[in-house]
């Protein structure tokens, strides 16, 4: 996979200095990962729903707005007689303070279905940002009232 990585370039009180930007538009292929607290009930028999808010760690891939990302991310699923629902919104920031927030959601059967996530407002580089991405959880083991995870996410991106 390839992906465009520019060097930036400026003058600031006479010294020169250069540092990576992300391209304008482009692909990713990453994983980040997810833990924080989950509340589940149960109704019998095929009925579960929850909560979680959940602490994001996304180191990213170099050159794409994703790379070095930390972020808060909350939630809820239910488990319907099989059929698996769940919606949220994630806030993911960088080290200069710049912020995106999105919303994802994922429906279907919880071993095949891939999530949808976009951004709906940014700030700093990421202000009027698109993205089209797509998400799949990696299976981790469970930790009991806790949401852990990493998922596979991938897509294509522009920023001014």
Avoid at 52 to 57: E, K, N, Q, V
Wanted: net charge negative; charged share 15%.
């Amino acid at each position: 996979m390839s992906h465009k990585v520019l060097l930036g370039c400026g003058m600031a009180a006479g010294l020169a200095f250069c540092t990576q930007v992300c391209a304008a538009e482009g692909k990713y292929d990453m994983t980040s990962c997810y833990s924080g607290p989950s509340h589940v009930i149960q109704q019998g028999d095929g009925i579960t729903a929850g909560s979680y808010d959940a602490t994001a760690m996304m180191p990213g891939q170099e050159g794409t707005p994703f790379y070095r990302m930390s972020g808060r991310c909350v939630g809820q699923f239910t488990i319907i007689n099989g059929d698996y629902s769940e919606t949220g919104s994630c806030q993911f920031w960088n080290a200069a303070g710049e912020k995106i927030f999105g919303v994802y959601a994922r429906k279907g059967d919880p071993a095949k279905a891939e999530g949808t996530w976009h951004p709906v407002h940014g700030t700093g580089k990421f202000e009027g940002m698109t993205d089209e991405g797509k998400w799949m959880p990696i299976g981790l083991p469970p930790v009991p009232n806790m949401a852990n995870g990493c998922n596979h996410e991938w897509g294509t991106y522009t920023v001014k």
